[in-house]
C-alpha cells in the first residue's frame, strides 16, 4: 500500500488500490468539434531495474501528425474495434508489439480532447506484468522512433515539475522537465502530460499532491 515515506512498489495491495481510485475520475468540460471522433491510449506502468516506472514512446518523423512529439502507445478508433479498451491495445501491439495478454489493465482515465478538439482520447492506466528485456527495443520502426521510460520517483519530484496553463482553459496541468539522457524535447508537455498529470494525481494522491 501506500504512504508518504515508504518505497514505491507496484504489488497486487497497490495495483488494487489504483484501480479503485480510477473508477471516480474528474469531468473535463472542454471543447470538442461537433464531428470529433474516438480514440485511446494506453498508458503504460511498467517495472524496469527493479523501478516501478512508465513508459513513454517517440512518435516517428515521417507520421504525418505530431511527428517527433512523445506520447503514449495509441490511436484512433477503427470500425472493427469492439470497444476503446480493444482500440488502446491493439495500437499497443502495432506500436510497440505488447500483447494485451501481457498487460493488467487497472481503470480508464477521464477523456480528454487533442489539440484540434477531433479526437475524444481515453486513457487506459495498465501494468506490464512482466519485466521484458526487450520492452524498450521491439517496437514498429514505422510509427515509433524510440521508447523510454520514467521512474515514479523522478515522476513524483517536485523539482521536475512545472504549473502551466493548460492550452486556453481554465485547468492548470504539470509539464515535466526531462533527464538530459533522453533525446529531442526536454519536457513532456500537452496531452501526453495532461494525462500523466492527472493519472498520478489520481493514483497517488500521497506521493504526488
Known amino acids: 500500500m501506500l504512504s508518504r515515506t515508504a518505497p514505491i512498489v507496484f504489488d497486487t495491495a497497490t495495483l488494487s488500490l489504483f484501480s479503485k481510485r480510477l473508477l471516480n475520475c474528474p469531468k473535463f468540460k472542454l ?9 485511446a491510449v494506453l498508458v503504460p506502468l511498467c517495472v524496469i531495474e527493479g523501478k516501478p516506472s512508465v513508459l513513454f514512446t517517440v512518435r516517428n518523423l515521417t507520421m504525418r501528425t505530431h511527428r517527433g512529439e512523445i506520447s503514449f502507445p495509441g490511436g484512433k478508433e477503427e470500425p472493427e474495434d469492439p470497444t476503446l ?27 480528454l480532447p487533442n ?13 506490464i506484468r512482466t519485466e521484458r528485456k526487450d520492452l524498450l527495443t521491439k517496437f514498429n520502426p514505422d ?10 520517483d523522478y515522476l513524483i519530484d517536485p523539482e521536475v515539475r512545472v504549473v502551466k496553463q493548460f492550452r486556453e482553459s481554465q485547468h492548470k496541468y504539470t509539464v515535466f522537465k526531462l533527464p538530459d539522457h533522453i533525446h529531442g524535447d526536454k519536457e513532456l508537455w500537452g496531452l501526453t502530460s495532461f494525462i500523466l498529470d492527472g493519472v498520478l494525481r489520481k493514483i497517488m494522491p500521497e506521493r504526488y499532491p
Request: net charge negative; with cysteine.
Open 85 to 111: 479498451l480493444h482500440t488502446a491495445l491493439r495500437e499497443t501491439v502495432e506500436e510497440i508489439g505488447l500483447k494485451p495478454s501481457e498487460v493488467d489493465v487497472l481503470g480508464c482515465y477521464s477523456t
Open 31 to 39: 471543447k470538442y468539434k461537433p464531428d470529433a471522433k474516438e480514440a
Open 115 to 127: 489539440k484540434t478538439g477531433s479526437l475524444r482520447v481515453h486513457p487506459y492506466v495498465g501494468f
Open 143 to 152: 510509427e515509433v522512433s524510440s521508447v523510454f521510460t520514467l521512474p515514479i
